[in-house]
């Protein structure tokens, strides 16, 4: 089992950059691969990014396709979401989600808290 542990979110006007991180508890943290999915008010949870267990693979949502950069750090036991030209529609909280194959379906076996990222105009 893994715990998961989100931060780096916080407030930002549009063009700006957040780093979120996502830390794992664990030393199994290097057998799963993580993916970052987000929800908006009223709307269902979508998804953003996931990296494979050895960081070869790695998917985006069209919406960040080249604004964002996921990545993670073994020795760390941390996955990173580096967001850049934020935008107002990338407001939400994001969540980390862990699991033994890498998909971009809101399926992962575990789950952080989250972490709520707002991007003013």
């Known amino acids: 089992q893994v715990q998961l542990v989100e931060s780096g979110g916080g407030l930002v006007q549009a063009g700006g950059s957040l780093r979120l991180s996502c830390a794992a508890s664990g030393r199994t943290f290097s057998r799963y691969a993580v993916g970052w999915f987000r929800q908006a008010p009223g709307k269902e949870r979508e998804f953003v990014s996931a990296i494979n267990q050895g960081g070869s693979i790695r998917y985006y949502a069209d919406s960040v396709k080249g604004r964002f950069t996921i990545s993670r750090s073994i020795a760390n036991n941390t996955v990173y979401l580096q967001m850049n030209s934020l935008k107002p529609e990338d407001t939400g909280v994001y969540y980390c989600?862990?699991?033994?194959?890498?998909?971009?379906?809101?399926?992962?076996?575990?789950w952080g808290q989250g972490t709520q990222v707002t991007v003013s105009s």
């Open positions: 989600a862990a699991d033994n194959k890498i998909t971009t379906s809101p399926v992962y076996d575990y």
